[in-house]
């Protein structure tokens, strides 16, 4: 519900008149130009271009 009325804005009566069908249609509109996960390879190049940082920050 949270994603027909927040995100999507529907009204009530159109909300509750969807097939699920026609909702999930709807809410993958939202999704779009999102790409598969990073390879393994990809992922280990960020974490050393990006290191967690190990020490506490004190400032």
Do not use: K
Request: aromatic content about 6%; hydrophobic content about 45%.
């Amino acid at each position: 519900m949270a994603a027909g009325f927040g995100l999507l804005r529907l009204s009530p009566a159109s909300f509750w008149a969807m097939t699920p069908r026609e909702l999930e249609r709807a809410m993958s509109v939202l999704s779009q130009g999102r790409g598969n996960a990073p390879l393994r390879v990809q992922l280990e190049t960020l974490m050393a271009a990006f290191p967690d940082n190990r020490e506490p920050n004190h400032g």
